[in-house]
């Protein structure tokens, strides 16, 4: 029994639920314990049945999978997750990847990807739909030819980093202190660390930076 991994499959379209789950009950290592159409009801059931991994539809109605990807990112939750998607935005991606989320797939080639998606993931691996794998080379690519033009981003802590991704998203230092839980006053410190150890000069050099490189921090 140790060995079988406890799934939730979230995707708000029926059919295609029953088809992901037709094709996980078929081998004995895993067992659904539940599915659902909604992405808070997705994230309650994982909070309350504890599942090893949870597949989930990019574009849910209440809760995206990537929203619940982020809370379980945050929470530091031990469920794993596998995003499914129709999209193949980079910028998706690249939120994913951000929240921790070990597989993304695009539906397209869900019924012969998935398995082995599972068993990458159960062993701690990245398993990416190859139809999409080379965003993840170009953003590795631009990571190193960020950190080559401003060495200093390698110094930035994890509460800077947090900083800036939000202001990546155009969050003004009061929605990021409130999503933070962290006041103003902390938030507009970070940004002045962060602004030194980038040699950003100017009262919208940050934010000009963190727009322009949203992808690669």
């Known amino acids: 029994m140790d060995n079988i991994i406890r799934i939730i499959i979230a995707d708000d379209h029926p059919i295609f639920r029953e088809g992901i789950k037709g094709i996980l009950e078929k081998n004995s290592d895993y067992k659904v314990v539940d599915s659902c159409g909604e992405g808070q009801d997705a994230l309650d059931k994982i909070h309350k049945?504890?599942?090893?991994?949870?597949i989930l539809d990019i574009d849910m109605p209440k809760m995206n999978g990537l929203h619940i990807a982020k809370i379980l990112f945050e929470e530091k939750n031990p469920c794993e997750v596998i995003i499914l998607t129709i999209y193949k935005d980079e910028e998706y991606f690249t939120e994913a990847m951000d929240f921790g989320?070990?597989?993304?797939?695009?539906k397209d080639s869900i019924a012969i990807e998935l398995l082995d998606c599972i068993e990458n993931v159960r062993k701690g691996k990245h398993y990416i739909s190859p139809v999409i794998s080379d965003y993840l080379i170009t953003r590795r690519d631009k990571e190193k030819i960020l950190e080559k033009e401003l060495p200093g981003i390698k110094d930035l802590t994890q509460a800077e980093k947090n900083v800036i991704r939000l202001l990546a998203d155009n969050k003004t230092s009061k929605q990021i202190a409130d999503e933070l839980f962290i006041s103003e006053k902390t938030v507009q410190n970070h940004r002045n660390n962060i602004s030194q150890k980038l040699n950003l000069k100017g009262p919208h050099k940050l934010l000009e930076f963190a727009l322009k490189n949203k992808s690669v921090l």
């Open 101 to 106: 989320v070990k597989g993304y797939l695009v």
């Open 49 to 54: 049945l504890k599942p090893d991994l949870a």
